[in-house]
DNA sequence: CACCAGTTGCGACGTAGTCGCAACTTCGAA
DNA sequence: TTCGAAGTTGCGACTACGTCGCAACTGGTG
């Protein structure tokens, strides 16, 4: 569901190269690494493929290459509704922008465009007269499947409390 | 600009208790800090003020509360684009959700009403057969004012980043 | 093929948030 | 009005994620 769909392999390498930054083992094996994934990765997953490619690689390395790709928006940065931990989540950016949305339940997460939110992203740059960089759209919920299971909408925010009040 | 607007004072706490939770000199205290808030605040901010109205309130209460405010869908957490730090903040939720469109040369933060966002929440429950509970859109790039000034678009991403390469 | 700006690994550090537990408080019922 | 159970709190230790300074190393250009 979430990614590849158009992508040459060591695409990303050669849009770095092209913009004359530096190529080194290690960001070969992160770069290969993410534009591989077939899911969304946080960090440390990126490093654990990363390593299995060039077990030199280091954990601050990930940091700042991932640091690098945002600054030439070539990766997007998720949180994917914070379900698992405060971390974040990479993926490649490609074309169109999308919307993440993640049941609450079961923690699927579906990809989603819309021309309506082209629309809206161009209103908010006329109407407020504002150059959007990124724009992150997150929508938490229950999907068809766990809305039907689902006994009271209050439990299991972010995954399993039972007590309240 | 964030908040307030048609905000009774007092109403939060009124609120939690009709839901049967316990109100504590520490909630009281908190929820206050949050009612009257005018500007987004994250947890140590919270904190620091609830302490001003009550010494005993302890970090790990302002956590507990706001998981608590959360989960009843009473304040929404926002991460405001990452412009400083990692951390979240937190605003009362009121009537129809609103889009954040964080300045990331100012950090200017600017709340942003639309028909087109309803209307692709509406797409989004229609098209996904999903219950939405929480929909986050935060948009980051260059307000106007900061837009003329812009050298470069790749400097000053989350604020201070010179060396690239 | 030498040079040097740029990159890396390492380890120490910072910060946001979590958790278990014993003590304390709230609030409904008697 | 008092009592007690359920719920809440403070504390301190802990984890997870991310950052940084520095000396050593390396990519790719002249």
Redesign the interface.
């Known amino acids: 569901m979430p990614l590849p769909k158009t992508e040459i392999p060591g695409r990303l390498q050669a849009e770095l190269s092209a ?4 190529m080194t083992q290690q960001r070969r094996a992160i770069l290969s690494v993410i534009e591989t994934a077939k899911k969304h990765l946080d960090a440390a997953q990126i490093l654990r493929q990363a390593q299995r490619l060039n077990a030199a690689v280091d954990r601050s390395t990930v940091y700042r290459t991932l ?1 690098l790709l ?3 928006r070539m990766v997007d ?1 998720l ?1 994917l ?2 379900m698992d931990g ?1 971390g974040h989540y990479y993926e490649r950016k490609l074309g169109r922008d999308h ?1 993440h ?1 993640a ?2 339940r079961c923690g699927r997460i ?1 990809e ?1 465009m ?1 021309e ?2 082209d ?3 161009q ?2 740059e006329r ?18 499947q766990c ?1 039907d299971r689902q006994l009271s ?2 439990a299991g ?2 995954r399993g ?1 039972l007590h ?2």
Chains 1, 2 share one sequence.
């Open positions: 913009r004359g930054i530096r640091e945002k600054r030439h940065e949180d509704m914070h405060e919307i949305i049941c609450l579906t989603f819309s309506l939110f629309s809206l992203k209103q908010m109407e407020c007269r504002f150059a959007i960089v990124v724009a992150r759209l997150e929508v938490g919920g229950y999907c068809a809305a909408p209050l925010v972010n409390n309240d009040t």
